[in-house]
């Protein structure tokens, strides 16, 4: 079914079938939500999964007794309540989420609400351990976090990088691949797939494998930016790849519709012609509006750490409207512009960390991507208002991150790139940002 004929049949909102509360009435009201939770079918075993999906990577944090970050559970306990109110039914974790943390506070969260109101999601995140006694571990560590007899849906995670090799040692060799098949023909795993990082020919690599695993859904990363202008160097273009899982009538669940948040936190001039078209709407909406206009889109990921967050999505999803052609054509233009500002491209998924050497990477790159998008890099010491820039950037920069966790201290072991699913070149941003702030200390610039 192509787009114009899937917005002519769901788009508006027409199929009564498809659409989950949002709450109480009074509570739509308040928070300026209307209509009801866009669902899509699953058409492979009937699910109904609300479009927005619950990415469990980026839990609330507090610090407990001794000063040490932990997952605040009072906070997530209440996000999953109020989301799960609304009609979102899609809960996507990892045993490597949040240092090791996530699924357990998921599980917690969900556990307190009936078993047939949420789908999860998790994976066989085997990275560096292809052996089979520890994936085995780790699977059935699983079950025990998220407090489930069953997986809605069971993920080979980021595969891609390292070719089919990578996959091999990760899943066949050791038995994994055989092992997972069995466990969806026992019903322990309902829905088998994969989420994928990488280039066009590792793709079309892992999609051959289809024929001989019939995976049920694939999730990939799609964003009006990596639409058409990818790296293509390790990244391929998402229209490429909705084309071929559209072709083979594969569900998809999208990963990075925000890019990293940075579709939230745009340019000056990007963020102000969105504006211009819709006052009223958030920068983010345009990029959920715009994944979720495609009809092979199952679900749409989305990390919300604050109540504001989960509130501004349920205001794109409840009642949900497809972008126009025109609209798309828009962000396309947009999209172009984007790639003009020399930001670092950090999704801020925090694979990376910890660094050995105590660097706050993902802080360092998205305080450097909030100046560049809001203006305030100081460009040379003739600027006008060079000293006020210098001044905010080196002092924001000192107050975002401590000075023993900054880019200076990177000494370019490069232990942080294997892990990178954008694969950046981590320690030449680090090193280009230090080597940035140093002639900004010495107004050499």
């Given at each position: 079914?192509?787009?114009?004929?899937?917005?002519?049949?769901?788009?508006?909102?027409?199929?009564?079938?498809?659409?989950?509360?949002?709450?109480?009435?009074?509570?739509?009201?308040?928070?300026?939500?209307?209509?009801?939770?866009?669902?899509?079918?699953?058409?492979?075993?009937?699910?109904?999964?609300?479009l927005?999906?619950y990415?469990?990577?980026?839990?609330?944090?507090?610090k407990?007794?001794?000063?040490?970050?932990?997952?605040?559970?009072?906070?997530?306990?209440?996000?999953?309540?109020?989301?799960?109110?609304?009609?979102?039914?899609?809960?996507?974790?990892?045993?490597?989420?949040?240092?090791?943390?996530?699924?357990?506070?998921?599980?917690?969260?969900?556990?307190?609400?009936?078993?047939?109101?949420?789908?999860?999601?998790?994976?066989?995140?085997?990275?560096?351990?292809?052996?089979?006694?520890?994936?085995?571990?780790?699977?059935?560590?699983?079950?025990?976090?998220?407090?489930?007899?069953?997986?809605?849906?069971?993920?080979?995670?980021?595969?891609?990088?390292?070719?089919?090799?990578?996959?091999k040692?990760?899943?066949?060799?050791?038995?994994?691949?055989?092992?997972?098949?069995?466990?969806?023909?026992?019903?322990?795993?309902?829905?088998?797939?994969?989420?994928?990082?990488?280039?066009?020919?590792?793709?079309?690599?892992m999609?051959?494998?289809?024929?001989?695993?019939?995976?049920?859904?694939?999730?990939?990363?799609?964003?009006?930016?990596?639409?058409?202008h990818?790296?293509?160097?390790?990244?391929?273009?998402?229209?490429?790849?909705?084309?071929?899982?559209?072709?083979?009538?594969?569900?998809?669940?999208?990963?990075?519709?925000?890019?990293?948040?940075?579709?939230?936190?745009?340019?000056?001039?990007?963020?102000s012609?969105?504006?211009?078209?819709?006052?009223?709407?958030?920068?983010?909406?345009?990029?959920?509006?715009?994944?979720?206009?495609?009809?092979?889109?199952?679900?749409?990921?989305?990390?919300?750490?604050?109540?504001?967050?989960?509130?501004?999505?349920?205001?794109?999803?409840?009642?949900?409207?497809?972008l126009?052609?025109?609209?798309?054509?828009?962000?396309?233009?947009?999209?172009?512009?984007?790639?003009?500002?020399?930001?670092?491209?950090?999704?801020?998924?925090?694979?990376?960390?910890?660094?050995?050497?105590?660097?706050?990477?993902?802080?360092?790159?998205?305080?450097?991507?909030?100046?560049?998008?809001?203006?305030?890099?100081?460009?040379?010491?003739?600027?006008?208002?060079?000293k006020?820039?210098?001044?905010?950037?080196?002092?924001?920069?000192?107050?975002?991150?401590?000075?023993?966790?900054?880019?200076?201290?990177?000494?370019?072991?490069?232990?942080?790139?294997?892990?990178?699913?954008?694969?950046?070149?981590?320690?030449?941003?680090?090193?280009?940002?230090?080597?940035?702030?140093?002639?900004?200390?010495?107004?050499?610039?």
């Amino acid at each position: 079914m192509d787009r114009r004929t899937f917005l002519k049949y769901t788009g508006a909102g027409a199929a009564g079938a498809m659409l989950a509360g949002c709450g109480t009435d009074k509570k739509r009201r308040q928070e300026g939500i209307s209509g009801e939770m866009e669902m899509r079918l699953n058409p492979g075993n009937g699910d109904r999964v609300s479009l927005l999906g619950y990415g469990c990577m980026r839990w609330p944090m507090t610090k407990d007794a001794d000063g040490k970050d932990i997952i605040d559970q009072e906070k997530v306990n209440a996000l999953v309540d109020r989301a799960i109110e609304a009609g979102v039914n899609y809960f996507d974790t990892s045993p490597v989420y949040l240092q090791g943390e996530s699924e357990k506070a998921t599980g917690i969260a969900l556990a307190r609400h009936p078993r047939s109101s949420y789908l999860i999601a998790t994976k066989l995140s085997n990275f560096g351990i292809p052996d089979h006694d520890l994936s085995l571990k780790m699977y059935y560590n699983s079950f025990e976090e998220l407090q489930t007899e069953w997986f809605d849906y069971y993920l080979m995670h980021a595969i891609g990088r390292g070719g089919y090799a990578a996959f091999k040692q990760r899943y066949e060799d050791n038995g994994m691949m055989d092992f997972v098949m069995a466990e969806r023909e026992a019903g322990r795993i309902r829905q088998l797939g994969f989420s994928f990082h990488g280039s066009r020919p590792q793709f079309d690599e892992m999609i051959a494998l289809h024929d001989k695993y019939h995976f049920d859904f694939v999730q990939i990363e799609m964003n009006y930016v990596d639409w058409k202008h990818a790296d293509g160097v390790m990244n391929v273009n998402a229209d490429y790849l909705y084309e071929q899982l559209d072709k083979r009538e594969i569900p998809i669940v999208v990963m990075e519709p925000l890019l990293g948040g940075r579709l939230a936190d745009l340019p000056a001039n990007v963020a102000s012609q969105l504006k211009e078209r819709d006052p009223d709407a958030s920068l983010a909406s345009w990029a959920f509006r715009f994944v979720g206009t495609y009809p092979r889109i199952l679900t749409v990921l989305s990390g919300m750490t604050y109540m504001e967050h989960l509130e501004d999505n349920l205001k794109t999803f409840c009642g949900f409207e497809p972008l126009t052609d025109e609209e798309i054509d828009f962000l396309e233009r947009m999209a172009v512009l984007m790639k003009e500002y020399p930001t670092v491209n950090c999704t801020n998924c925090k694979y990376c960390m910890p660094c050995p050497y105590g660097i706050d990477i993902p802080t360092i790159f998205k305080h450097y991507n909030t100046c560049v998008n809001e203006g305030l890099v100081p460009q040379s010491a003739a600027q006008k208002d060079f000293k006020r820039l210098r001044k905010a950037y080196l002092t924001s920069y000192g107050k975002a991150v401590p000075p023993e966790r900054q880019a200076d201290h990177c000494i370019g072991c490069k232990q942080c790139m294997v892990h990178c699913p954008q694969s950046i070149n981590i320690p030449h941003e680090l090193h280009r940002i230090d080597h940035f702030v140093e002639r900004m200390k010495r107004e050499t610039l």
